[in-house]
Each structure stands twice: as structure tokens, then as C-alpha cells.
């Protein structure tokens, strides 16, 4: 099975900075690649979905990026409400395997 | 608008068996485009995906959860169920149900999530 491997696990940044998270597959995935945000509390918010399409009403500031076994998420310009834990997803008829997490921290 | 609600015991005994019903309004779990997932999370830690049913009654689990995992769906009352049997303090987490489209994929509308602790 396809293993997700996320870093960093912990990112601090400030607001205004450029932000990346790095998402590595252990096989090939094409291109099945999603990005959520989770707040505490709260279920996960679809970001981002086919590695590089933005989910209807996400700030065009998330982007995707990648393919085969090396995906990133980028913030271009790290916002208050951006603070949060993010996850990629690979998925296929077969399978969902989700990475560990990244936490986008206050620096 | 779609929405999707868990609900079931909040507390489970060690060996029994844990039951979750995920209800749908705002659309038809009948729907073609879309799977019907479960995913469970650990206090403080990461996503775990159990399984999905799409609207024929197909099911796909995790193979670290297949032995334990039974997923089904009533039409009839726009539901979809989770049971996971012989429960142990490791599952312990909360548990969401969520929407997944079958074309591009992604899992776009998730319920708010319940608890489950499992203890004696």
C-alpha cells in the first residue's frame, strides 16, 4: 500500500510569508493527490484536489503542485486564518492514505 | 446544501462492537458521482481512512481494518453505517463521515465528527 510521507511536520511562519509543504508518495500516485486544512476542533476543509485544482470558494492564495511521487502545497501569502494542521491524501478506486500532517505555526 | 451528521455511542466497551450511522440531508446518498467514506482520528494525531461505500453497496476498506470493518447503506433513509467489532482502547478517536467524488476525487462535504471512547 501507498505510504504519505509529509515535512516538515512542524513549519513556523509569519504572516505575509510564502509557505510550502512537502508531500512525498512511496509509490507512483499519478495525480490523485488532495490537500486539506484542519483546525482544532473542526473536520478537515478540502483545499485542493486532482494535486493542482482549488476547490470552489478556496482563496486562489493555495495552490498545488506535483506529480508521481512529489507534491506540494503552497500559501503565497500566509494569512491569520491560514494557522492550521494540513493534510495530503492520496486516493484511487482502491485506496486513501493520508500523510501525518503538517502544523503551520506562529513564528 | 449537503450536510452530513454522525451519530452513535459515545462510549464503547473493550471487545464489543462499535456502531456509527452517518445521515445525509440536502441530496441522495443514491448519487453516482460520489463514494460515502469513513475516517477516524486520534486524539492530537493524524487521519485515518477506514473505508467507503459507493451507491451500488461496493465497499473498500483500509487492509489494516478490513477484518473488523463492515460499511453498509440504506437508501431508504439517506444513511450510511460503520461497524467496527471487537473493540480496543486504540480506537479510541473521533470519527468522521465524509463525501468523495468518484471522478477527480477529494473528499468535499465532511460531517462535524463524533467521539468514540472506547473503555471499560
Known amino acids: 500500500d501507498i505510504q504519505m510521507t509529509q515535512s516538515p511536520s512542524t513549519l513556523s511562519a509569519s504572516v505575509g510569508d510564502r509557505v510550502t509543504i512537502t508531500c512525498r508518495a512511496s509509490q507512483r500516485t499519478s495525480s490523485w493527490l488532495a490537500w486539506y486544512q484542519q483546525k482544532p476542533g473542526k473536520a478537515p476543509k478540502l483545499l485542493i484536489y486532482k494535486a493542482s485544482s482549488l476547490e470552489s470558494g478556496v482563496p486562489s492564495r493555495f495552490s498545488g503542485s506535483g506529480s508521481g511521487t512529489e507534491f506540494t502545497l503552497t500559501i503565497s501569502s500566509l494569512q491569520p486564518d491560514d494557522f492550521a494542521t494540513y493534510f495530503c491524501?492520496?486516493?484511487?478506486?482502491?485506496?486513501?492514505?493520508f500523510g501525518q500532517g503538517t502544523k503551520v505555526e506562529v513564528k | 446544501q449537503l450536510q452530513l451528521q454522525e451519530s452513535g455511542p459515545g462510549l464503547e466497551k473493550p471487545s464489543q462492537t462499535l456502531s456509527l450511522t452517518c445521515t445525509v440531508s440536502g441530496g441522495s446518498i443514491s448519487s453516482d458521482t460520489y463514494y460515502w467514506s469513513w475516517i477516524r482520528q486520534p486524539a492530537g494525531k493524524g487521519l485515518e481512512w477506514i473505508g467507503r461505500?459507493?451507491?451500488?453497496?461496493?465497499?473498500i476498506y483500509n487492509p489494516s481494518l478490513k477484518s473488523r470493518v463492515t460499511i453498509s447503506l440504506d437508501t431508504s433513509k439517506n444513511q450510511f453505517s460503520l461497524k467496527l467489532s471487537s473493540v480496543t482502547a486504540a480506537d479510541t478517536a473521533v470519527y468522521y463521515c465524509a463525501r468523495e467524488g468518484t471522478g477527480v476525487g477529494g473528499m468535499d462535504v465532511w460531517g462535524q465528527g463524533t467521539t468514540v471512547i472506547v473503555s471499560s
Open positions: 491524501q492520496h486516493y484511487n478506486r482502491y485506496f486513501v492514505a
Open positions: 461505500i459507493y451507491t451500488t453497496g461496493s465497499t
